[in-house]
T-cell receptor, first 113, second 116 residues
Framework: QKEVEQDPGPLSVPEGAIVSLNCTYSNSAFQYFMWYRQYSRKGPELLMYTYSSGNKEDGRFTAQVDKSSKYISLFIRDSQPSDSATYLCAMKGVTGGGNKLTFGTGTQLKVEL | ETGVTQTPRHLVMGMTNKKSLKCEQHLGHNAMYWYKQSAKKPLELMFVYSLEERVENNSVPSRFSPECPNSSHLFLHLHTLQPEDSALYLC???????????????FGPGTRLTVT
């Protein structure tokens, strides 16, 4: 079993839709959770960074962490064609392992006009 | 230049060649990382440098040799690679390499490597 599971997609939605992207994980030591966006032929760009459980909102993006279920989500409201990219979840523990991130495989999102 | 830059952006090399990838960060960070990204696979951490000292070597074959001459520059020296080493090689940096708050990793655009 992979430490982090992420549906690879592709996920195709119409412009304006609410998008829900998800990851599950197995390591209860993970405390920091991140979402990166990666456009084709570019490096990953940090979108959201959260600690422990709860919600964090930034513009059209909301990150949710449910540690009891070992489940994290990224919601995109009013999706735009410019949101078309691959979204990677990443996570790490607090102690030990330094700053080592464990990534999901990424979900490819396409927002269509 | 801002953020994290990588050169070259594309590289094609034969299995007997020797080449180097370069990364430079303009963020004043103290930790730098090399990752390998292959299709349908999660990013694989290869090496971590914190304050110019290697703190992690993730069982990477010796045909990959990192070098960190200072906190702003990171190199990945390549020799006698295999076709399965073809991938996107990403460099990242963070304020520190110890984990916890304030250690978010920022990535460069990557070098697309093809080994023929």
């Amino acid at each position: 079993q992979k430490e982090v599971e992420q549906d690879p997609g592709p996920l195709s939605v119409p412009e304006g839709a609410i998008v829900s992207l998800n990851c599950t994980y197995s390591n209860s030591a993970f405390q920091y959770f991140m979402w990166y966006r990666q456009y084709s032929r570019k490096g990953p760009e940090l979108l959201m960074y959260t600690y422990s459980s709860g919600n964090k909102e930034d513009g059209r993006f909301t990150a949710q962490v449910d540690k009891s279920s070992k489940y994290i989500s990224l919601f995109i409201r009013d999706s735009q064609p410019s949101d078309s990219a691959t979204y990677l979840c990443a996570m790490k523990g607090v102690t030990g392992g330094g700053n080592k991130l464990t990534f999901g495989t990424g979900t490819q999102l396409k927002v269509e006009l | 230049e801002t953020g994290v830059t990588q050169t070259p952006r594309h590289l094609v090399m034969g299995m007997t060649n020797k080449k180097s990838l370069k990364c430079e960060q303009h963020l004043g960070h103290n930790a730098m990382y090399w990752y390998k990204q292959s299709a349908k696979k999660p990013l694989e951490l290869m090496f971590v440098y914190s304050l110019e000292e290697r703190v992690e070597n993730n069982s990477v074959p010796s045909r990959f040799s990192p070098e960190c001459p200072n906190s702003s520059h990171l190199f990945l020296h390549l020799h006698t690679l295999q076709p399965e080493d073809s991938a996107l090689y990403l460099c990242a940096s963070s304020q520190d390499g110890t984990g916890g708050a304030g250690s978010e990793q920022y990535f460069g655009p990557g070098t697309r490597l093809t080994v023929t």
